[in-house]
Every structure is written in structure tokens, then in C-alpha cells.
């Protein structure tokens, strides 16, 4: 597969904010902008098969690769929350997109959440697939609540694998000995899959300062948000649920959804569910 195959239709720039270069891919729709911000093992183009459907609702999407993901810059530090969300608020700027919905997953959730609070009239409305700012909530959550049936520690753990380069040498490797891609692959979503594979190999050693960095409280940052907001959870067992919902509360126009059956990939584990959800949540802003 060739970065060719992946774009179809799509364009890719890339731009300068603050002290690093990011790359970013963007479709071009005639309608508002979309502007997705990934997890810390992903990138940009790994996410151009999940928000297709936006793309061709006519949304103008965005994704771009993070400091230190994909054909972004790597600089030395500057991986705090803060520095994240400001390369975002750096991008929309950059970009002179207007009145944009901001989507993240997990380390991009929490970079949306931050931005969306330190800017709170940037966006038209905010989108939180399984932020990591709300992973891991609760002293005494199960690990089956955590991430995809992992405990917390055995999660990281595997993300900070991935960081330092360790998942297999090639990209074949990795889909041969990654059971969430080979999953994939058996679904009939092979393209999805291999830009996964490419992501897991392309990540700087810089970016494992995210799991170093102090965790964000939503406690501090959901009352700063006054955009509408959607956050999309993991499946989650009642007393999660019920923490999940406690500080979902401290958000002025939010709304809370666990979506039944997914894992921390929310969006690419219940794909048509999610978009459904998205699509009605912004159709009524």
C-alpha cells in the first residue's frame, strides 16, 4: 500500500507551529471543519478510514500527526498537555479554520479537552472518543474497565513497547504478531491495519514524556469547556459508569455515552454506532 492509495482524494501539507513542523492531511469538503487529533501510538493518516464517512457527509477533516508521530517533528521535550494543545490551537490558527468541531482519541482527547478549555470560544463543539484523562478513574476501577481488558499497567506498558521501537522490525511483522491487527485484518479492514502497523513502527522515543507528564484532572479542565461536548467511553461496568458520569458532570453543555461492547478504540471498534452518534450530535448544533 502507498501513502497514494491512502489519501484518495485527500491533501497533505505541512505547517509550523511554535517550535516544531507538523504534517497534516485534510479532505477539503465545502462544510465545517473537523479536526481530529489522535492517540499516542497512531497518526494523522491512520485515522483518515475512520472519519471517511465525515469526509463524505462534506465535513472539511483534518487529522494531523502529532509532535513526534508520523512526518511530524520530534523536538527534544515539549510533550506536556499544555504544548499539545497549544500545537492544535497553533494548527486551527494556521489553517483559519472557523468555528471547527475538535475530535480526539484518547492522548488526543485530552489534548482537545485542554485546548478546548484554555480556548473556549475556538470551537463550534468538542468530541472525547475514551480521553485518557478519564482512564484509569477511581482507585479501585476493575481491570476489565481499563483499557480493552487490560489492567492499566499492562496497557502502558505495551504503549511504552511501541514507543521504544519494540513491537517487530517491519510492517509485516507487526501484523503477523499484533492480535487487535490481525483482528482487523480478519474483518475484511486490512487498509486500517496497515496504517496501524506503520504507526506502531514511527513513533519517537521523545513521545514517551506523555506518559511521564502529570495527569490532567477533569475536575480542573470540563468547567473551562463551553462548547458542547460529546464524550464517546469504553464499555464500563456500573460503578465505572457512574464515575464516568461524575465527571462528565463538571462539563456545562455535555453529554456522556458508553458505548456498549467497545474497547478504548471506540470509534474503530463500533464503527457505524459511533459515526451514527456523531452525526446526530452535531446535526443538533
Known sequence: ?????????????DLEVDDASLHYY?????????????????????????VEPLADAGYDV??????GHGRSDAPADGYEYADQAADLVGLVDALELEDPV??????????????AATEPELPHAVVLEDPELLLGLGA?????????????????????????????????????TDAGLQTLVDEGRERLATLLADTYLNVDPAVEQVLEADRVDPAAVFPDIEAPTLILKADADPGSRERHR????????????????????????????????????????
Open 102 to 115: 475538535l475530535y480526539g482519541h484518547s492522548m488526543g482527547g485530552t489534548t482537545v479537552a485542554v485546548a
Open 26 to 50: 485534510r479532505s477539503g469538503g465545502d462544510g465545517r471543519p473537523f479536526v481530529v487529533a489522535h492517540g499516542i501510538t497512531a497518526d494523522g493518516r491512520s485515522r483518515i478510514p475512520l
Open 246 to 285: 461524575e465527571a462528565a458532570s463538571h462539563l456545562s453543555d455535555g453529554r456522556l455515552v458508553h458505548v456498549d461492547g467497545a474497547g478504548h478504540c471506540v470509534l474503530r471498534d463500533r464503527h457505524e454506532r459511533v459515526v451514527d452518534e456523531i452525526h446526530s450530535f452535531l446535526a443538533e448544533r
Open 140 to 176: 479501585d476501577e476493575s481491570a476489565s474497565d481499563d483499557v480493552d481488558g487490560e489492567g492499566e499497567g499492562e496497557f502502558l506498558e505495551r504503549i511504552t513497547e511501541r514507543i521504544r521501537g519494540q513491537p517487530a522490525p517491519t510492517r509485516e511483522a507487526v501484523l503477523e
Open 1 to 13: 500500500m502507498t501513502i497514494a492509495d491512502t489519501l484518495d482524494g485527500w491533501s497533505e501539507d
Open 62 to 67: 483534518v487529522t494531523y500527526d502529532a509532535r
